[in-house]
């Protein structure tokens, strides 16, 4: 996908006269460093001293350690899988090779590589993300807890062939600022974690190739930050980054400079980027995860470097964690609302983690698990790590920390309404994503995501995909890709491009009363399509286990609308009519509820069809599979409303 005239006219529309500025000067820059590449600084004398305390490798799980070893294994046998794309080739990788379309990224000028277009590059997101090394973590931390020899090695090996196979400022991985600092927060991890081997300070601080990359990687970040419209989770990877290697590799003349300007960006920008009430601005919740992940890896940073951090920067964290642990269903997993590309920022766990338990665990380990939380089974690798960095958050601190379970986000426009039997329910009535472009928002105000005991039901599809398959990228953040009512046939809000919103449809919370033993109410609207309101209210009654959505348009004045409801790739639907029975196992065991739609409309079922996309799920980034999408069709009239009941048996 390249970008036309017009996407670049609609981009700057978006921006301010600093960002423009600043976007100025980057452009200068570049010119300039085409030809004017100095050398990195003469290093002698460096030493790494960020270790981990004595004992923290043996404090790892002994089941989480299985797990890794495990995952360790299959790394060196070369199999990976990255983004629904299975690969065999990690023994000797080829760094500039995207295994989904057979194409190699082009040489030259970093910034002269056409990163959007498939046809020139391929994938881009399977070419950057084995670049940013967080295999080599997994193989990193296999050797601490095993102190196998093999893995060192064969993480010694791989990054010295993608240090002379991508020179600074040449190539595809020299183009993205959130590729170079999560990549410098793995070298980080993976010099700490190799520090047993004997062959480590050879690879790192004795090598000077090393030392060139480490200090352009810096360089690089410290001349081109996110800017403006875009300085979302990308502006956190960069600085986390930045600050981590200025940190932990502190060995040049700049390095003070650069941990200090990091810091202070680092600090500014969480702080932009989360709401008071602790969820992420950007309305997707892998993107707090994600956020969340670089922010803990940059804190026990500070700390084992004795760095000190601002009080604000601990405390979003902490805020940001209990939000985590407010909004997850009872199997621990967080909304699918918004973009999703399965990004993390550290990653020292093999296959069967679960990411949210882990994030929960560190949390309680630094911050102090509530009463309200929910309770964490699982282990992993990552928690006694960090912990072992990170200074205790101080227990009964000034920061007023939520008495109780919070249902509703006022800032964020979430509500989650909880019923028996697990009944989990979403309400989205808050912004359309984050900064003027909100890149990362769905057009789904108003929709709601519905589970029984972690079980999709009412599903929100996810992503599936950004570059190279617009007409993908525009269903699955459409409106009809979510469940809630599309009037004229058109989006609420209006897209510009691939990560460009020009018009953001604006929600407002009504009503919000959460109870998980009662009646819980939730009431919205939105103005996304202009020449009419679209009004919703939500109750969840305990006693009869039922879900009942009312919505209206006004003025109705016969307007055609669409009502989708998207199942979950587990729910069977047999629809008769305008009621559905939808039939699903859990444990072994069968579980069913009835859906009754609005017997106005005209309702088909709709599954795995591709033209145009309709009836779809997307597990994870780059995956999708058939699921049930139920579509209603007919006219909104006057003020008569839509009714739907989900009625959950036994």
Known sequence: MTMSPSWYLRRLSRMGPRELGGRVGDAVRRRRWRSARPECPLVTDALFTSVLPTGTVAAVPPDAAKRLVAEADRLMAGHAEFFGVVRDDLTEPDWWYDPKTGRRAPWGYAFDVPYRSEDAVGDIKQIWEPSRHQYLTVLAAAYAVTGDDRYAERVAAHLRSWWTANPPLRGVHWISGIELGIRLLSWVWIRRLLDGWPGVA???????????????HQRWLAAFPSRGSSANNHVIAETAGQFAAACAFGWFPASARWRADALRSLERQLRANTFPSGLNRELATEYHGLVLELGLAALAEADAAGVPVPASLRVVLLRMTDALAAVVDNRLRPPRQGDADDGHGLVVDGAGTDRWGSLLATGDAVFGRLAWWPTV?????????????????ARGGSVRRPPSRPAHFADAGMTILRGPGEIWCRCDGGPHGFLSIAAHAHADALSVEVRHDGVDVLADPGTYCYHGQPAWRQYFRSTLGHNTLQVDGGDQSVSGGPFLWTRHARSRVLVAEPSEGGVARWCA?????????HRRRVELTAATRELRIVDEVSPGDHKPVRLAFHLGPAITADLVGSRAVLTWSRDGENRSAVLDLPGELSWRPHRGESEPPLGWYSPGFGRKEPATTLVGTGFAEGAHGFTTALRFHG
Request: a negative charge.
């Open 202 to 216: 050879g690879l790192f601080e004795g090598n000077p190739v090393a030392l060139n990359q480490i200090w352009h």
């Open 525 to 533: 609207e939105h103005d996304g399509y202009q020449s009419a309101v």
């Open 377 to 393: 089974s699982g282990t992993d690798v990552r928690t006694p790590l960090l912990a072992a960095l990170i200074r205790p958050y």
